[in-house]
């Protein structure tokens, strides 16, 4: 069977074992089928689509950047999820994520910068 769909149907299932392995370690399949700054985007991604605390915004993009990420590629994740999570979520996110990068854009809005 291929590799994928062990891990699908390991995870349709709620494989405790796989799940404990993911929460502990990271996914030992997503790091053989993704390199690390694809991952890291994606847990960007996956932040804005569930709208989590600045604090997780602030994990996530060290991570991305740790890996190797740019600040552009970053930025360029939270519009890629646009089309799924719908306009309103990512304008909600934008400013995590920007301060996440160390850029406050309320302040940048309020002095009318560039």
Do not use: N, W
Not at 42 to 64: E, I, K, N, Y
Request: proline content about 3%; aromatic content about 4%.
């Amino acid at each position: 069977m291929d590799e994928y769909k062990r891990h699908l149907r390991r995870l349709a299932v709620h494989d405790q074992a796989l799940m404990q392995d993911i929460a502990v370690d990271g996914s030992s399949f997503a790091a053989s089928a993704i390199d690390e700054r694809t991952a890291a985007l994606v847990r960007v991604a996956a932040t804005v689509a569930v709208d989590a605390a600045l604090a997780s915004f602030q994990h996530v993009v060290c991570m991305a950047l740790a890996a190797g990420a740019t600040s552009e590629q970053i930025v360029a994740s939270l519009e890629a999820v646009t089309p799924v999570t719908g306009a309103a979520r990512v304008v909600q996110c934008a400013p995590k994520v920007a301060l996440a990068l160390g850029y406050d854009v309320d302040a940048a809005l309020e002095r009318r910068d560039p």
